[in-house]
Structures are given as structure tokens and as C-alpha cells.
């Protein structure tokens, strides 16, 4: 069931000027009174729980969506009715901003685990970009973020080897976890295998074989869901060998 008609107004709990992610999210110049009228427009609500669907291909564009806690998967349905899993989004990381510019969302976003988001309406924030020329500049450099992270998905989806792909992705998940002032060498990988191979283009199978082959090497140990970088070095050499 997707969350379409949220109340976006639900929850003041946490605020802006007080979430962990801030730096992340938002602009770092913002003044205080230009983020209260950012906090104005923006919705938290409660949790969506593992699987829940935040939007979906199609439905109408209203809002783009902060990760506050939990992952969440976009995808896309080709003209075979395959689904092609187009993205992996973490705490601090925005969603919905390929559709900036559309009428509709152009990807379905489904919950990895239980998450919470912080709902931000377009048409308002919008309006408030047109007044502040920090905002407008963020939004901005959110978008030619996620252009740079598509072409490099298109990279790995390509003729690339398969462990340069999964290493690679692996030091993507590590360097979004530094944005985040966390320990980039612990990575909690929501995702399933099958999600990761749906994502780089490789069968489930090849996912599997490579982790196994990386905590042979002593590149990484894996534990369930958790994935510690034992050898960053090496795990670098594996994601670009030339």
C-alpha cells in the first residue's frame, strides 16, 4: 500500500534544526529563518514498514522524500514487465528527484526495512527556491548528484566485469556512510542478493559467489545483513584494476 495521502503535517517531533542528518539534506549556509520556513512545508509521519511502498510509477508528482532512518529501493518495470531496481537510497538521501519536471513519478520507491521519511511538497519548496538562492542552489547540486550517480550505475550495469561491479557499488555504500559521520568500514547492507544483482545487471548467484570469494581474500567479512571492509586497499584494487 503506498502513502499517497499521508498527512504530511502529522508529526513535529523531530525538527530540522535538530536532525543528525542536517548536513547532509540541507544547504549549509541556510539561515535560521529560512529553515523554519523550509520546516513549515515539510511532513514526517510514521514509519513504513519493510516493503510498503512510498510512491509509485505513474502516480501523480507531489513530493520529494528525505531518508530519516531505514532504505529505500527505486525501480522501474521494463516493456517485459521485468523490474529493474534503478537505486538504493540511505539516511540524509533524497527521493523522487528524477521526477523533478514530470507530472508523474518516474520509478516505484518500496521500503527496505522500516523507514521513515520526511515529506517535502514540490510546489511548495518550489516557491520557497524561487526566494532563496541557497535552497535553489542545493536542489541544484542534489540533481547533478543523482545524474552523476546514474551514469555510474549505466557504468556498472555495462560490459564491466562482475566483481569490479559489486566492489564498486560496495565502496559507493562506504563513501555515503562517511557522508553521514559513520564508520565506513561497517556497512549495514539492507538489501537482499538478489536486489544487489537485479541492481548491477548479475544473477543472484554471481552476488553470492563474490562475497564469498571477497571474505576469502580477506577483502571483507560479512555477517547477515552487516558488511565490515577489512582491506580497503585491496577492495579499491578490485573495483578498478587498471
Keep these: 500500500m503506498d502513502i499517497k495521502h499521508l498527512n504530511l503535517r502529522e508529526s513535529r517531533a523531530v525538527h530540522c534544526s535538530e536532525c543528525a542528518l ?13 529553515l523554519d520556513q523550509l520546516e513549515n512545508i515539510i511532513g514526517r509521519n510514521r ?59 518516474e520509478s516505484t520507491a518500496i521500503a527496505l526495512e522500516s523507514t521513515a521519511i520526511c515529506a517535502i511538497p514540490f510546489e511548495a519548496l518550489e516557491e520557497l527556491s524561487r526566494k532563496h538562492t541557497t535552497l535553489n542552489h542545493h536542489i541544484f547540486k542534489l540533481m547533478s548528484s543523482e545524474i552523476r550517480s546514474d551514469h555510474q550505475i549505466m557504468q556498472m550495469a555495462g560490459k564491466r ?64 545483513k552487516q558488511i565490515t571492509v577489512l582491506n580497503r586497499k585491496e577492495l579499491l584494487a578490485l573495483a578498478a584494476p587498471c
Design 161 to 224: 566485469p562482475a566483481e569490479e561491479k559489486v566492489a564498486t557499488l560496495l565502496l559507493s555504500f562506504a563513501t555515503r556512510y562517511k557522508r553521514r559521520n559513520l564508520c565506513e568500514d561497517n556497512i549495514h547492507v539492507p538489501m537482499s542478493r538478489a536486489d544487489i544483482g537485479n541492481h548491477l545487471g548479475l544473477a543472484l548467484e554471481t552476488v553470492s559467489r563474490i562475497f564469498t570469494h571477497f571474505q576469502e581474500l580477506g577483502v571483507i567479512s560479512v555477517n547477515g
Design 47 to 105: 514509519p513504513i514498514p519493510r516493503g510498503g511502498v512510498l510512491f509509485r510509477y505513474g502516480s501523480q508528482f507531489e513530493a520529494i522524500y528525505a531518508v530519516r532512518s531505514g532504505a529505500i529501493k527505486t525501480c522501474s518495470i521494463s516493456a517485459n514487465g521485468e523490474e529493474q531496481i534503478t537505486g538504493f537510497y540511505f539516511p540524509g538521501e533524497i527521493v523522487g528527484l528524477d521526477s523533478i519536471g514530470h507530472q508523474t513519478y
Design 22 to 34: 542536517n548536513p547532509i539534506c540541507l544547504p549549509p549556509a541556510l539561515a535560521d529563518e529560512d
